[in-house]
């Protein structure tokens, strides 16, 4: 038997006006979903523990079969861990985001406009967060180059600070959402300076992109300790992301990453791929487990485009799930798919809730004929519910 996840962060929604009271995973046009639906069982998965801040990092960890409570140390820890950074014991692991700041105002009048500077590629990324390091780098902070807008600060000797997430700050002032703490707080204030000017955010500005203008710190947490999944599961598994913070769950967990060319976490990502990977991993290489992570509903989410986040759906139901279906129905091999959100990012919040979330869980060994559609309020109507999300994993892996 072989196990594969899909994942569309973000995915799950509330019902939008624009779109006929429907939300866009009910609205989105997915017929492989509406395929298997029928024929899998569809419920409600509570991912957020309650008190826990509803995230990427809590949800898809309660999705692999970690309990929150017990594993959860901070999101940016787990990003450290996919860029390879070498984390002391007394090391405090921060994201340093690449933001849009508002640019007429004194830095503490600003307004968030855009958490990941127009999706920044990478590459400009990188030059930014050079001439940052360059000017605040020291030996207690140090800056490490991640993925598109996401980066790391390491806090040698640090503490663990409460920090805003800039994507729960979109279009409101940032004064009393910025650090505290004196020293976090001067090096925004100065990484505006180094950056508003660069000729990269000079270039952005004549594309009609938003420039990456500032760092932004939060998420921050200490060294994680998670143990092997294949230990606790007695199964084999690779993890399919373009994000830092899932492949550095992966890293945590002992699990495979698999780096696929033109997956970079936006609507544009290299869906085929990724689905490729997971089937050549559990069919060619011996793994039995795939969890395939897709960011871009989340991020659409957070744009609060409804029309991208449909498109994100229809990708993902058309490129990824159509793709994994067909080839593991011509392989003959016996399979599990079990397709959900991380946690919803409403459009009318631009940020994620600790709402439950849908799932679909399709056994290709098991004949089902149900009415069912996959959605979140067919999910609900199921009667189906699962309290603690953590658990869902041994409900895929029982057989």
Sequence with gaps: MKYIVVLGDGMADEPIEALGGKTPLAYAVTKTLDELAPKSEIGLLHTIPEGMKPGSDTANLAVLGYDPRKYYSG???????????????????????????????PYEEKTMIDHSSGE?????????????KKELQSETYQ??????????LIWNGGEVVELAQPHDILERKIAQYLPKDPVLRQMQIKSYEILKDHPINAERRKKGLNPANSCWFWGAGTKPSLSSFEEKNHKKGVM?????????????????????EGANGGLHTNYEGKAKAAVDALLNDGYDFAYIHVEAPDEMGHQGSVERKVQAIEYLDDKVIRYVKEKMDASGEAYRLLVLPDHPTPIR?????????????????????????YNEAEAKKSGNDIAEGYKMI??????
Aim: charged share 25%.
């Design 75 to 105: 999101r940016s820890p787990l990003e450290a861990l996919s860029i390879g950074v070498p984390m002391k014991d007394t090391d405090i692991a921060l994201r340093c985001n690449l933001v849009t700041l508002s640019e007429e105002e």
């Design 120 to 132: 920044i590629s990478t590459e400009d990324a990188a030059v930014l967060l050079e001439a940052v």
């Design 143 to 152: 800056f490490y180059t991640g993925t598109s807008y996401r980066h790391c």
């Design 240 to 260: 399919i992301s373009a994000v830092d913070l899932l492949k550095g769950i992966a890293v945590g967990a002992g699990m495979k990453n698999i780096m696929v």
């Design 349 to 373: 919040v631009r940020t994620h809730t600790s709402d439950p979330v849908p799932y679909l869980l399709y056994d290709n060994t098991v004949e089902k004929h149900e009415q069912w559609l």
């Design 394 to 399: 041994d409900h895929l892996f029982e057989v």
